[in-house]
C-alpha cells in the first residue's frame, strides 16, 4: 500500500511564505515524477509545478519566480516553498506522485489527501 501525506498548509498574510512537504511511504519501488496541483473554490484542478526525477522542475505560468519545487528522493519526498503568496493562491493544495509500488508492472499516479492554503489579511 503507497500513501502520500501532505503538511504545512495554513493561514497566511499576503506577500508572506509557505513550505508545504509530501512524503510518500508504504511499498515503493520506485518514484518517478512528483508534483504540486491546486483546486480552489469553483475550480478544476490545476497543476503548480512538477519536478522529475531527472530534469529541470516545471511551473504553471502564475507561479512562476515565486514557488519551488524540490525533491529528496532519499526521503521519497517534495516540497513546495511559496514566497509572495497571493489571495489569488488560495486552494487545497494537492500531492502527486507517479509510483511503481512493490509488485506493480507499471507507474501509477497516487494522491494525497490535500492540505488547505489560505492567503489573506
Known amino acids: 500500500q503507497v500513501q502520500l501525506e501532505e503538511s504545512g498548509g495554513g493561514l497566511v498574510q499576503p506577500g508572506g511564505s509557505l513550505r508545504l512537504s509530501c512524503v510518500a511511504s508504504?511499498?515503493?519501488?520506485?518514484?518517478?515524477?512528483m508534483s504540486w496541483y491546486r483546486q480552489a473554490p469553483g475550480k478544476q484542478r490545476e497543476l503548480v509545478a512538477t519536478?522529475?526525477?531527472?530534469?529541470?522542475?516545471n511551473y504553471a505560468d502564475s507561479v512562476k519566480g515565486r514557488f519551488t519545487i524540490s525533491r529528496d528522493n532519499a526521503k521519497n519526498t517534495v516540497y513546495l516553498q511559496m514566497s509572495s503568496l497571493k489571495p489569488e493562491d488560495t486552494a487545497v493544495y494537492y500531492c502527486?506522485?507517479?509510483?511503481w509500488g512493490r509488485g506493480s508492472y507499471a507507474f501509477r499516479p497516487f494522491w494525497g489527501q490535500g492540505t488547505q492554503v489560505t492567503v489573506s489579511s
Open positions: 502527486n506522485a507517479d509510483i
Open positions: 519536478a522529475p526525477r531527472g530534469g529541470r522542475a
Open positions: 508504504g511499498s515503493i519501488s520506485s518514484i518517478n515524477d
